[in-house]
């Protein structure tokens, strides 16, 4: 069975089995389950049940595998001929979680 969920603004295609990276969920360690009510569409071919927006009582239940943290990115700001110089640096907090079952 494959869905189309919602999970911190971004939306993404999964199916049983998935191992996906999101941005991550508070308050989570490895090995813990985390359970994603906003499913938008749900099934497939002609048993497929699309929300308008989200589906009432689906879910999909997933394990979160690692908690990490994204590439550096960095952000340099500069005004020419001013001798303004900036630099930064952001990493993003990230989740890595596995896709176990779909319900809907």
């Known amino acids: 069975m494959k869905a189309t969920i919602l999970t911190q603004g971004k939306q993404f295609n999964v199916s049983e089995g998935d191992i996906l ?3 991550r969920f508070p308050n989570t360690e490895a090995g813990s389950t985390v359970e994603i009510n906003d499913v ?5 071919g002609s048993s497929l049940r699309v929300g308008t927006p989200k589906l009432e009582g689906a879910s999909v239940k997933a394990t979160v595998i690692e ?10 700001k500069k005004k020419k001929r001013k001798g303004y110089e900036r630099t930064q640096g952001h990493r993003q907090e990230l989740s890595v979680i596995k896709i176990d079952s779909i319900s809907a």
């Open 67 to 76: 908690n990490r943290r994204g590439d550096k990115v960095i952000v340099f």
């Open 21 to 23: 990276v999101v941005d």
């Open 40 to 44: 938008l569409t749900a099934g497939e």
